[in-house]
């Protein structure tokens, strides 16, 4: 190497290092990079998306596409052949359990759910393959029209990209993990082209309850923004070199202008209530078959092939079935079945246009929520690899807009497209535990925040209303059950250790018996460092003296032949037992204002003391271990307890 290469090199590492120890620039630098490799990512996955459609949609089927993201050229000249649909499909739901089968287990299914098992169980560790992996067989489910949105897998993308990133550039777990949240929003804003709802979205997801990972925040808001530019400027230059108009941005939807909500509006209330209650029900049925079927099918079908190909073709037979179907009965709204095949916005954005909504409309959108969580439920449940963040959106909107059609002509009947919207966000929100990122995504979508009541109103009843349930698995409760943050406080380290832990090994002790006199006593004190002496007999605990209790007395002979132990101690009632967490021990540490605490079994026998010091020795332990990246601080626990070992009892006792 040159010398002024040599030289441009340490520069560069030095400039790296001084950014990397810099709290601000750290995470602009980083979330950028992040955003950066995300929007790239997004803009590929769409291309690869759009052209296998334009391939067997497009040339074999001869639909017209609608499609988002980079344009490719639309067939001309082609015979719609509907009963190619389910052939397609099942060829694209094989090759797509092929792939993971084969290269990537975890690239099955929904994308979102992995990412949050990583962030929480696999200290923020995606394996590349299964990053392009997930895309590429995404690609193939999405394509030929699986039912199955881009958000659910370019998330996992996103955050696959994050992880890699952390890994190479050699950050610490935590930086790792928050990194995989940034590129999951990243991803996410680019595929959506709503950048705060994707932040929030990649902060709330991670757990089932209320919470949401606020230190992940600010580098997430940086990769979505980022993401979501550098994907709109991808697109743009695409579309232009292919001679479409060019794009730098856009909504996914549109949505009429004048929608809002004023006090005045109020008994529309009660039938935004009943959107909460249509979205709760549906939400549940919804968890209920994708759940159910991918138990089942996992058991019944063990090749990932074959269970692709089976889910892929039980949604092309409903695309088939509900298009013909609508044909018969109502031919102007034949369209419409369409939805079923791939993320199914289109039925959104006609939920939103139709200006004529009445009963037969009301039955139609229900019909097709029903037929799109089945589809759903069969596509990504059975292995299929897809997201569901699309797919719920599309049933959320077709249950809002029911509703809001069949209310069409009371006092309290919501406007037709903000029934949509909302019930949109209402679905996401309770499937994915996301109620925050489901509020957001409602204003950016509408492009105004005058909707934002009824989509409180209806998010926070239709929460309360589906429970703890969600389509996410692999969600912790709250920060507190995560492992990701064991070593975040005293309680939570504290609460997932036991007594025992400490205790594992023999421990000597010295200890007094109730008979034993001011003599023995003032002998064990001399020769010991406790500051409690653990009363005896027949191996029993019957009580405990405390040094500051015995100084008084301890040297006034005159009273050795007239005070026994059984006079000085307390009753064993502060004991702790093996099994209790070191939570208990440290709140009755403070309770107790104590040292040192007996340990016993169920029987009362002694085992042992618990010191306040090994308590916190313990505590410091862990945090190292776990600062340092090891989910197991072992050796260092070993290492305590060799350094805390104690000389013999005076009375040749060797307590276990």
């Known amino acids: 190497m040159t010398p002024i290469l040599a030289t441009l090199r340490h520069l560069l590492e030095g400039f790296w290092a001084r950014i990397l120890s810099h709290g601000t620039g750290r995470w602009l630098l980083l979330g950028g990079i992040v955003g950066i490799l995300c929007g790239v990512a997004g803009f590929i996955f769409e291309l690869a998306v759009n052209l296998v459609s334009l391939v067997v949609l497009g040339n074999g089927v001869g639909m017209?596409?609608?499609?988002?993201?980079?344009?490719?050229?639309?067939?001309?000249?082609?015979?719609?052949?509907?009963?190619?649909?389910?052939?397609?499909?099942?060829?694209?739901?094989?090759?797509?359990?092929?792939?993971?089968?084969?290269?990537?287990?975890?690239?099955?299914?929904?994308?979102?759910?992995?990412?949050?098992?990583?962030?929480?169980?696999?200290?923020?560790?995606?394996?590349?393959?299964?990053?392009?992996?997930?895309?590429?067989?995404?690609?193939?489910?999405?394509?030929?029209?699986?039912?199955?949105?881009?958000?659910?897998?370019?998330?996992?993308?996103?955050?696959?990209?994050?992880?890699?990133?952390?890994?190479?550039?050699?950050?610490s777990v935590p930086d790792r993990r928050t990194l995989l949240v940034a590129g999951t929003a990243?991803?996410?804003?680019?595929?959506?082209?709503?950048?705060?709802?994707?932040?929030?979205?990649?902060?709330?997801?991670?757990?089932?309850?209320?919470?949401?990972?606020?230190?992940?925040l600010i580098p997430a808001f940086i990769a979505s923004i980022?993401?979501?530019?550098?994907?709109?400027?991808?697109?743009?230059?695409?579309?232009?070199?292919?001679?479409?108009?060019a794009l730098i941005t856009a909504s996914l939807f549109q949505i009429p202008p004048g929608l809002g909500f004023g006090s005045g509006d109020w008994p529309q209330l009660i039938g935004y209530l009943a959107i909460a209650v249509a979205v709760a029900f549906g939400a549940r049925f919804f968890i209920l078959v994708y759940k159910g079927f991918g138990g089942w099918s996992a058991r019944a079908i063990p090749s990932p092939i074959l269970r692709g190909a089976f889910g892929a073709g039980l949604t092309g037979a409903i695309c088939v079935a509900l298009i013909e179907g609508i044909g018969l009965v109502a031919p102007d709204f034949q369209k419409v079945g369409f939805a079923i095949l791939g993320p199914g916005y289109g039925a959104v954005q006609a939920g939103i246009d139709h200006i004529n909504p009445g009963l037969l409309w009301a039955l139609l959108l229900g019909l097709l929520a029903v037929a799109k969580i089945l589809a759903t439920a069969f596509t990504v449940g059975s292995g299929c690899s897809g997201g569901i963040f699309a797919p719920s959106l599309v049933m959320g909107g077709c249950l809002g807009g029911a509703v809001g059609a069949a209310l069409t002509g009371t006092a309290f009947a919501p406007p037709p497209a903000a029934a949509v919207v909302i019930g949109m966000a209402a679905f996401l929100a309770v499937t994915h535990r996301t109620p925050v990122a489901a509020l957001l995504m409602v204003s950016e979508i509408?492009?105004?925040?005058?909707?934002?009541?009824?989509?409180?109103?209806?998010?926070?009843?239709a929460w309360l209303l589906i429970g703890d349930r969600t389509a996410i698995p692999?969600?912790?409760?709250?920060?507190?059950?995560?492992?990701?943050?064991?070593?975040?406080?005293?309680?939570?380290?504290?609460?997932?250790?036991?007594?025992?832990?400490?205790?594992?090994?023999?421990?000597?002790?010295?200890?007094?018996?109730?008979?034993?006199?001011?003599?023995?006593?003032?002998?064990?004190?001399?020769?010991?460092?406790?500051?409690?002496?653990?009363?005896?007999?027949?191996?029993?605990?019957?009580?405990?003296?405390?040094?500051?209790?015995?100084?008084?007395?301890?040297y006034a002979h005159e009273l050795d032949a007239l005070v026994v132990v059984a006079d000085l101690m307390d009753g064993p009632a502060m004991a702790l037992r093996p099994q209790d967490t070191l939570a208990r021990a440290l709140r009755r540490f403070a309770q107790h204002r104590t040292e040192e605490l007996p340990v016993v079994d169920a029987q009362g026998r002694f085992l042992g003391l618990l010191s306040r010091l090994a308590l916190f020795d313990h505590y410091q332990a862990s945090a190292r271990a776990l600062a340092e990246g090891s989910e197991e601080p072992s050796a260092d626990l070993a290492d305590w307890r060799r350094r805390t070992a104690t000389a013999s009892d005076a009375h040749g006792k060797v307590v276990p």
């Open 186 to 216: 990243g991803g996410v804003a680019a595929i959506f082209h709503a950048p705060l709802a994707a932040a929030m979205f990649a902060a709330e997801v991670l757990y089932r309850g209320p919470d949401l990972e606020a230190d992940v």
């Open 446 to 461: 509408a492009g105004t925040y005058s909707l934002l009541i009824p989509a409180m109103w209806v998010v926070g009843c």
């Open 474 to 554: 692999q969600q912790e409760k709250s920060p507190w059950k995560s492992p990701a943050h064991q070593g975040h406080g005293f309680q939570d380290l504290f609460a997932k250790a036991t007594v025992a832990e400490v205790l594992d090994l023999p421990q000597e002790v010295r200890t007094l018996s109730p008979g034993d006199g001011l003599a023995v006593c003032r002998q064990q004190v001399s020769d010991s460092r406790q500051h409690v002496f653990p009363v005896v007999q027949d191996t029993r605990l019957v009580g405990m003296v405390r040094l500051d209790d015995l100084r008084s007395q301890l």
């Open 64 to 171: 017209t596409l609608h499609l988002e993201g980079p344009w490719v050229p639309q067939p001309s000249g082609v015979d719609f052949r509907v009963w190619l649909i389910p052939p397609f499909l099942m060829i694209g739901g094989a090759l797509s359990g092929w792939l993971s089968g084969h290269f990537a287990h975890d690239a099955a299914g929904g994308g979102t759910g992995i990412a949050v098992a990583a962030f929480h169980r696999h200290r923020g560790r995606i394996s590349p393959r299964t990053t392009l992996t997930k895309m590429a067989a995404s690609a193939l489910t999405l394509g030929t029209g699986g039912s199955a949105g881009r958000e659910g897998p370019i998330a996992l993308v996103g955050a696959g990209f994050g992880s890699w990133f952390a890994t190479r550039v050699g950050l």
């Open 226 to 245: 980022v993401g979501f530019v550098t994907a709109g400027l991808l697109v743009g230059a695409w579309d232009g070199a292919v001679g479409h108009h």
